[in-house]
Structure formats: C-alpha cells, structure tokens
C-alpha cells in the first residue's frame, strides 16, 4: 500500500488551514503512515499539525544531527581522529586562549560544522564580533547545539554547550548576546570546522 493510500484511508486533511485539529483513527495506523513519507514530508506535516509552518521557511535551511552513536567511541580512538587541542577542548572541556583561535575574526561564508563528527552546528551568517576574542554567534542551526549546567567553576555557574550529535563540548551560552536571541554562543574555534559556501 503506498503512503497515499494509507493517509487517504485515515482521512488525512489535505487542507490544513481549514482543518488546523484533526484526529486518526489510529495512533498505529498514523505512526506506519508517518514513516512511509518522505523526510520533508514528514517535517512539513509535524510543522503544520503543530501550527508552525510559515510560507518563509527554507527547507534547505534545515540540517539534522547525524544518527551516528558516538559514545560508544573510546578516548584512544578519539585522540587518533583528532588533534591534541581539539582533543582537549571537544572531549576534556579545555578553552582555547582568546584571539588565537582560527576562526574568531573570521568572515568567510559558510556553515561551521563539529571537528568531531561533522554535525553542522552554526550559520556564518549567525556569527557577530563579539570583542570577546572567541567566535560568537547568537544562534545554532536547529537542535544540534544542547546546553547544560556546567558549575565547574565555584560561585559561577554557566551553561555548557555540546554538540548534539557526539556530545562534544563547545563553549558556552550567555544572555548577553544581539537580537533577536539575545544569546551568545562563545564557541572554541577548536571544535568547528568551517565549509565555505
């Protein structure tokens, strides 16, 4: 039975604006329909059954993290895939000397991507001067940037940032950032690799 013919036999709507509620018969039903679509149909009818699709989104603006297990990887073979500093930075939660990092004055298009595991991570045109001798930008591509409470510093609790993806460690994420997140993500230059445009 092909995808058409499943949604068309749970009475899918096929006008979304006039029907921004709708129910299935079958949460079975929906889940074997749902993975019979292609991804970007999938993410244009999770948008729009949560009421967040615009005209103006760019589907090929949108990347996924890589569905890879990274932490079954080992330090051993960590070290062998990296540098010593990106080893240090990505996978022991080093932090780079400020201004002397490969990318903090950079302005190269492109997307920055993990050293680790190729997950992109941040737009180039996301990236701002901060002043902080670190590269800056006020917001990472979707999901593949988490953030976590890192209190290894005493009396100064701050929010980690990791990839995603392989949990590599980034930098951090402060509320002194530019509109319009009012974020900035003080990133290791280290842990990125950029690809132009």
């Excluded at 932090?95 to 997950?119: L, S, V």
Aim: proline share 6%.
């Amino acid at each position: 039975m092909t995808s058409h013919a499943i949604i068309s036999s749970l009475n899918f709507p096929t006008n979304f604006s006039s029907q921004p509620h709708f129910n299935f018969r079958s949460k079975t039903n929906f889940a074997l329909a749902f993975q019979l679509l292609s991804r970007s149909t999938r993410r244009v009818l999770s948008n729009r059954a949560m009421g967040s699709y615009a005209s103006s989104q760019k589907p090929d603006k949108v990347y996924e993290t890589s569905k890879v297990g990274y932490t079954s990887i080992s330090d051993e073979e960590w070290k062998k895939r990296l540098t010593g500093e990106q080893f240090y930075i990505t996978r022991q939660k080093g932090t780079e000397r400020a201004f002397t990092g490969e990318y903090w004055n950079t302005k190269t298009p492109g997307n920055y991507h993990c050293i680790c595991c190729d997950t992109p991570l941040f737009e180039s045109s996301t990236k701002f001067d901060s002043g902080t001798g670190w590269p800056s930008y006020y917001q990472p591509i979707g999901d593949n940037v988490k953030s976590k409470l890192d209190l290894s510093i005493i009396f100064m609790p701050r929010q980690e940032v990791v990839c995603a993806a392989c949990k590599a460690h980034l930098g951090h994420v402060f509320d002194d950032g530019p509109p319009p997140t009012g974020k900035r993500y003080c990133i290791n230059s280290a842990s990125l690799k950029l690809k132009p445009n």
